[in-house]
C-alpha cells in the first residue's frame, strides 16, 4: 500500500463529506419557479419568455439595440398583442 501522509487522507474524507451534504441539500431544495417577492433584470439585450408545456412561447419581453417590445401570443399560438 502506497504510504499517504494521514492530513491527505484527512482532507480527501473531510471533502467527501462536504460533498454528500452538498448533494443532499441540492435533493431537498425546492425547485426555484416562483419569485415571491423582488426583481427580474434583465441586463444588457435579452428577453424574458414564457412558455407553455409543448414549448409555444405565450408571452415575450425583450429589449433590444434598436427596440423594446412586448408580444403575447393566444393558446392557438396567435400573436395578439405586439409593442
Known amino acids: 500500500m502506497a504510504n499517504v501522509p494521514k492530513d491527505i487522507t484527512?482532507?480527501?474524507r473531510e471533502m467527501q463529506k462536504e460533498i454528500r451534504a452538498l448533494s443532499a441539500a441540492v435533493s431537498r431544495a425546492p425547485a426555484q419557479r416562483e419569485i415571491a417577492s423582488?426583481?427580474?433584470?434583465?441586463?444588457?439585450?435579452?428577453?424574458?419568455?414564457?412558455k407553455d408545456s409543448s414549448g409555444n412561447v405565450r408571452?415575450?419581453?425583450?429589449?433590444?439595440?434598436?427596440?423594446?417590445?412586448?408580444?403575447?401570443?393566444?393558446?392557438?399560438?396567435?400573436?395578439?398583442?405586439?409593442?
Open 10 to 12: 484527512d482532507t480527501i
Open 38 to 50: 423582488g426583481d427580474v433584470v434583465v441586463t444588457g439585450e435579452g428577453s424574458i419568455t414564457v
Open 59 to 83: 408571452l415575450q419581453m425583450a429589449v433590444f439595440p434598436d427596440a423594446k417590445s412586448l408580444k403575447i401570443w393566444d393558446t392557438a399560438g396567435t400573436l395578439v398583442f405586439a409593442m
